[in-house]
């Protein structure tokens, strides 16, 4: 349950229109019991939602438009769990929606984790477009401040994950942890020059805001964390505001 101060406090933040991007992990078949679980009927009443109050987007839509005035939502999970398969998919497709899975190379085939044979499928089914969240999930924040090489092997090592087994992918990241260089200026702009190196063209912090007008960066596109264990009303607030609290 969202506790009342919150509900109150968040009537001070106004309502947004533009590209809210939901930030899902897990979708499961109880109740969720972890913040990064969302319960299947809870993802189920999402999606309808989101459908009802804005436009849901295909991945494969350029994102570098102007959202002012618009009311758009894009659908994103992060590590690529094997549930975003077997229960996040059919719920995808009772909408007619399509959703993201930022992958973490070096976790695929483990316990609980998509298979590479499972990632061919959803290549082919096209409810799923792909895209890069790191090869090992390293946290980009810290390594530009200590080893900036291991960022640059961990991109080129991601994007060689996908060329090596003909997995198509879009050319976007979502930074592990929602890390990225944010004290330091000089070092988010090595690490932007390290994604058009490497044809990155959007890379997705968290945030929790609602991208209201221009990309100004496209490499820091915010996005809304969906916690399974908050009410239908914290998500009604978090979709129409991008947040409950003015200060977090
Ligand atoms: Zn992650």
């Known amino acids: 349950m969202a506790k009342i101060a919150d509900r109150v406090l968040s009537k001070l933040l106004p309502n947004r229109r533009g590209l809210r991007v939901l930030m899902y992990h897990h979708i499961t078949d109880a109740p969720a019991k972890d913040g990064l679980d969302v319960w299947i009927q809870d993802f189920d009443q999402h999606l309808s939602w989101a459908k009802q109050h804005s436009q849901v987007l295909a991945p494969t839509t350029p994102l570098d438009h102007d959202y002012s005035g618009k009311n758009h939502t894009l659908i994103t999970f992060d590590d690529g769990y094997l549930d975003n398969l077997t229960l996040a998919e059919p719920v995808l497709k009772k909408h007619g929606l399509k959703a993201v899975i930022f992958i973490v190379p070096q976790f695929i085939g483990q316990n609980g984790y998509l298979s590479l044979e499972q990632l061919r499928h959803i290549n082919q089914r096209g ?59 000089p070092l988010q ?14 890379a997705f912090r968290i945030g929790n805001r609602i991208n209201t007008r221009q990309l100004k960066n496209p490499y820091l596109i915010e996005r809304i964390d969906i916690k399974g264990t908050e009410d239908f009303e914290t998500f009604k607030i978090k979709f ?9």
């Open 189 to 202: 702009l090595a690490l932007e020059s390290l994604f058009k190196h490497h044809g990155i063209t959007h």
């Open 240 to 248: 129409a505001k991008g947040r409950c609290r003015p200060w977090v």
């Open 127 to 185: 409810t799923f477009a792909l895209a890069l969240h790191s090869f090992a999930h390293l946290n980009y924040a810290q390594s530009m401040q200590h080893n900036p090489d291991d960022v640059a092997q961990d991109i080129a090592q991601g994007l060689d994950y996908f060329r090596t087994h003909g997995l198509r992918h879009l050319p976007w990241l979502a930074y592990p942890y929602g890390a990225f260089p944010k004290k330091s200026k």
